[in-house]
């Protein structure tokens, strides 16, 4: 068999492989595993938390409200949905959509850095508690405690180099405690205003640099 080429089979490898070989009790209750999508050429990669209950039914993930919130989030700096990478720590929705447990996220997470080496992002936003805590500990689940929120920690961008990748990390909030916290909306507005800026900034800068 061909080793596969291109970041896309590269990704369809990893996921091939989480299908045949993961053991978790939530990939037994799950409908679907929910992998990722997006470019995978994409600079920008968004990690969330883990697929909800329309996820676990699709396969993909933010196909629900949380979603088409990112997405008007996205299109107000000038991005879609289709100029980023999204992920989530879980490729497998936990029952009720509780949180994740530290022995799921050691089951999951080395898919996830195998996500993150395969497509070299420039930028990671974390999205919510779990993906922050779990990107700013260098990918350690135990590191995890050490870290504060993201009530703390949101809009303030991070250089960060784990395991010889190196890049910048934006932490969020989660679009759907916006959806259940309605005076959080203002602060991911003014958090992705911020984001759009850093975008901005380090890519003129990366174009002085390269011209």
Known sequence: MDEPTGKQARLDAIRERIGREMVCPLKDAATHMVFGKGNPDAQILFIGEAPGEQEDRTGVPFVGSAG??????LRAI????????IANILKYRPPGNR????????RHT???VEQI??????FICTLGNFSTKFVLAGFDVDGMRKIPGVSVLHGAPREKEVQGIAFTVFPLYHPAAMLYKPPLRAVLEE????????????GAQRQMRLG
């Open 191 to 202: 958090d992705f205003r911020k984001l759009g800026a850093l975008l901005s900034t380090q």
């Open 117 to 122: 080496r395969v497509i070299a992002p420039r």
């Open 78 to 85: 000038g991005l879609t949905l289709d100029d980023v990478y």
């Open 110 to 112: 080395p898919y996830l």
């Open 99 to 106: 949180d994740p447990n530290e022995d799921e996220i050691r």
């Open 68 to 73: 088409r919130e990112l997405d008007k989030l």
